[in-house]
């Protein structure tokens, strides 16, 4: 048996960051450290690069922030006890290639491994493999932006055949594979329809267990055919615990801009909130699960919740797991249509004619999307 630990989304910039030059890296950690040194494998997603260099990458879509934290914040990772990091993430090459290449040494020369990005494709899709006498555990992470390429650095993107290959690859030589998918829309509760349909696929082409990051809230975890999905883990560190950050976050989200949801950023203490998920892993995948909630205090660090905050996390969790299976609720039409209106944006934000070779990919559904999506930019404007 192996034990993993698996955390949320890892935000070292910021404030946290200001505060960490002041306390210490460890400072942030010194609350969970104890428990996650218990793993056998400690994992989380690092959506900040380790970097001072590099500038801000042109390709970001306008109004997305940039991020990245110093090398030495390494040392809190490293306290904290993780072995291996995703970053397969839309914020890995924020900074550029440079600033991606310094963390992939920073995070080299410190111990720790790392999956899902590299200085080309073959290194972002290559899995890690933790092994003991009893099990052999890989590791995959995945994402939808900055893909690498033959020649160039980048991620491992969310593409089905890939995917799928990469899983048949590794089956001979992990007795359990885990994959992370960095995907989602921020500060939703509950995931795009058509991203537990890929979940399954991925459960049913051989993998054991599912690590979903990037929404930044807490979503529900389902168990399918033989394997577990966590659709989003939340956050673990962030500077969202601040009421000004966290205003301007949600207010600034793709759900606030289609006003379909509003936000009281006063009340609403999801963006603070994880879990650390205690996965026990045996030969024929997760043995046994335990859900640890945590919420980010005012210092920016993940405290393990107690009382009747805890009780909280994990009865909306519950409510959450339980939606899964109701597939009248309203909410899927509405996050599939602003997910794929998302993507129409990007698109145009691209250039026409980059787009050109995608043509005999449009259905009638993409057209009337993009009927919708430029009817509200007249609107806006008039």
Not at 20 to 44: C, M, N, P, Y
Not at 269 to 288: F, W
Not at 368 to 379: E, N, P, T, V
């Amino acid at each position: 048996m192996m034990t993993l630990y698996a955390v949320g989304d890892i935000i070292l910039s910021g404030k946290a960051e200001v505060l960490a030059s002041q306390r210490g890296w460890k400072f942030l950690f010194q609350h969970v450290a104890e428990t996650l040194r218990k793993g056998d494998i400690v994992f989380g997603n690092l959506d900040s690069p380790l970097s001072k260099s590099g500038s801000p990458n042109p390709e970001k879509p306008q109004g997305s922030p940039h991020l990245r934290a110093a090398p030495d914040a390494v040392e809190g990772l490293k306290y904290a006890g993780f072995n291996v990091i995703s970053l397969a993430n839309n914020h890995a090459m924020d900074y550029g290639v440079e600033a991606l290449t310094d963390t992939l040494d920073v995070l080299d020369k410190s111990g720790i491994r790392h999956v899902g990005a590299g200085e080309d494709e073959d290194e972002a899709r290559k899995p890690t493999i933790f092994e003991d006498k009893e099990v052999s555990v890989a590791l995959l992470a995945y994402t939808y932006t900055y893909p690498a390429t033959s020649k160039s650095a980048g991620c491992a993107v969310i593409k089905e055949r890939k995917i799928r290959e990469d899983i048949e690859k590794i089956k001979e030589r992990a007795d359990v594979i885990t994959v992370s998918l960095h995907h989602g829309i921020c500060y939703s509760d509950y995931p795009v329809p058509s991203h537990i349909e890929l979940a399954h696929r991925i459960i049913e082409w051989g993998a054991h267990l599912i690590l979903g990051h990037h929404p930044h809230v807490l979503q529900g975890i389902e168990r399918y055919k033989h394997g577990i999905i966590a659709y989003s883990l939340g956050n673990f560190i962030t500077d969202l615990s601040d009421l000004e950050a966290r205003k301007k976050a949600l207010d600034s989200s793709l759900l606030a801009q289609s006003g379909k949801f509003h936000f009281d950023a006063q009340n609403d203490t999801r963006p603070a909130e994880g879990l650390i998920l205690r996965c026990l892993l045996g030969k024929d995948g997760v043995d046994d699960l335990k859900l640890i909630p945590i919420h980010i205090n005012d210092g920016y660090q993940p405290v393990i919740s107690t009382g009747e905050k805890r009780e909280n996390i994990l009865s909306r969790i519950e409510k959450l797991s339980l939606d899964l299976q109701n597939r009248d609720l309203p909410v899927w039409k509405t996050l599939e249509e602003l997910q794929n209106r998302e993507r129409i944006r990007a698109a145009i934000g691209k250039g026409f004619l980059a787009n050109l070779k995608r043509i005999h990919r449009i259905r009638r559904s993409h057209l009337s999307l993009l009927w919708s999506y430029l009817s509200d930019r007249i609107s806006l404007k008039s």
